[in-house]
């Protein structure tokens, strides 16, 4: 898997109201500064922000050469867009994979995906089913990478011993760091898969919750970025970047500064003790 630490995540691409040229420079701002992977998933935007992205792609399209895509399936939205969806639902069965695939394909105006992701873990998973169905899209050229998002050690098991997988999506911030103790990025390090991590930001309640625990992390982590002179959102980036996992981070930006500030966090190095007074904040208490 060969992807950049830093990935672009199009995931809001409907909300920012781009046109088609402002979409490209997007892109293009993305991959001067060695941004170089675009994180997606067939739902995200109501089913739109593929073709969105595929849009502006097709405006330049030597610049793909450059660049991986990222898709994930699995969850069926109640939506317009798939009026067969009577309920928001999980579906990894082997049709449901390949006619994302290809809609995916379609939309981002592309002959393969870089990665393939489950989006969610499915109850009704038939590992042997998808297995056989990745295998025949890698066989295609149309899959590359195979992974998952948002699974757990034991379902990563699962499906890593029909086909190897290359990375878990999960999530991680100074405000979320169940992954630290629950044996994912255990996981991660002990198979040498670098994990990716979504909403390293929390979302933006790290700067816009009044809580207890996100005041407590922000006073924390705003001495930190004092200490390196850095802004608070590259601090938390650093804060996730810090994990010997070597985690992937997607960031969910629009702005070409939101993205400097995510690539300026790799080459900040926080020490051990940093690193903790941060934990702690978020915890709430001292380290056992």
């Known amino acids: 898997m060969n992807l950049s630490t830093i990935v672009a995540g199009a995931m809001h691409m409907a909300r920012w109201n781009l046109t088609t040229a402002e979409r490209l420079v997007w892109i293009e701002d993305c991959l001067a500064l060695g941004i170089t992977s675009f994180d997606h ?81 499915d109850p009704l998973m038939d590992a042997d089913e998808v297995a056989r169905c990745i295998e025949a899209l890698q066989h295609e050229g149309k899959v590359l990478d195979f992974g998952v998002s948002n699974h757990t050690v034991q379902q990563f098991e699962l499906l890593d011993s029909r086909i190897p997988l290359a990375t878990n999506q999960i999530e991680l911030s100074t405000l979320h760091t169940d992954a630290l103790l629950d044996g994912t990025l255990d996981q991660a390090q002990r198979l040498r898969r670098r994990p990716m991590v979504w909403s390293p930001l929390a979302g933006g309640r790290l700067f816009s919750d009044m809580g207890e625990q996100a005041s407590r992390t922000r006073a924390a982590l ?42 300026t966090a790799t080459q900040l190095h926080l020490s051990v003790q940093q690193w903790t007074r941060v934990w702690r904040a978020s915890m709430g208490h001292d380290v056992p």
């Not at 802004?231 to 980036?237: D, F, G, K, R």
């Open 41 to 121: 998933a067939d739902i995200y935007g109501n089913y739109a922000v593929q073709n969105l992205f595929g849009e502006a792609l097709r405006l330049k399209p030597a610049l793909r050469q450059q660049m991986q895509l990222v898709g994930k399936c699995g969850i069926a939205l109640h939506s317009s867009q798939r009026p067969e969806h009577t309920l928001k639902h999980y579906n990894t069965s082997a049709q449901h994979i390949r006619n994302s695939v290809e809609a995916s394909l379609q939309s981002l105006g592309t002959d393969r995906l870089d990665l393939l992701l489950i989006h969610r873990p």
């Open 222 to 263: 705003q001495a930190v970025a004092d200490e390196h002179g850095v802004n608070l959102a590259t601090a938390a980036y650093a804060w996730v970047l810090r994990h010997p996992s070597h985690p992937h981070l997607v960031t969910g930006t629009g702005r070409r500064a939101g993205l400097q500030e995510a690539v």
